[in-house]
């Protein structure tokens, strides 16, 4: 079992950064694949970014690429999206997620562990 509780999130202005992470539980951490999603007001859960089990691979949603960044740090059981360059639209709840497997996917089903989620709001 995995326990994720997700931190970082806040008011931010457009052009700003933030820096949001995903403390893990468990000793397994290393073994998971990570994803980070958000869901919009009125909108569905949508993948943002994904990383493998040993942080070499990872991969981006076409409206995040170039300004948001996810990284893992497997002794701290810690992933992290670095977010720059925010926009108005980048507005959400963020939630990590992991996957019993080494490597990312972009469907929310197939992930088996959630965070609570962290209010991102970026103002114009």
């Known amino acids: 079992q995995v326990q994720l509780v997700e931190s970082g999130g806040g008011l931010v202005q457009a052009g700003g950064s933030l820096r949001l992470s995903c403390a893990a539980s468990?000793?397994?951490?290393?073994?998971?694949?990570m994803g980070w999603f958000r869901q919009a007001p009125g909108k569905e859960r949508e993948f943002v970014a994904g990383?493998?089990?040993?942080?070499?691979?990872?991969y981006y949603a076409d409206s995040v690429k170039g300004r948001f960044t996810i990284s893992r740090d497997n002794a701290k059981n810690t992933v992290y999206l670095e977010m720059n360059s925010l926009k108005p639209e980048d507005t959400a709840v963020y939630y990590c997620?992991?996957?019993?497997?080494?490597?990312?996917?972009?469907?929310?089903?197939?992930?088996?562990?959630w965070g609570q989620g962290t209010q991102v709001t970026v103002s114009s």
């Open positions: 997620a992991g996957r019993s497997g080494r490597v990312y996917r972009t469907n929310i089903f197939e992930y088996d562990y």
């Open positions: 468990g000793r397994t951490f290393s073994s998971y694949a």
């Open positions: 990383i493998s089990w040993s942080g070499g691979s990872t």
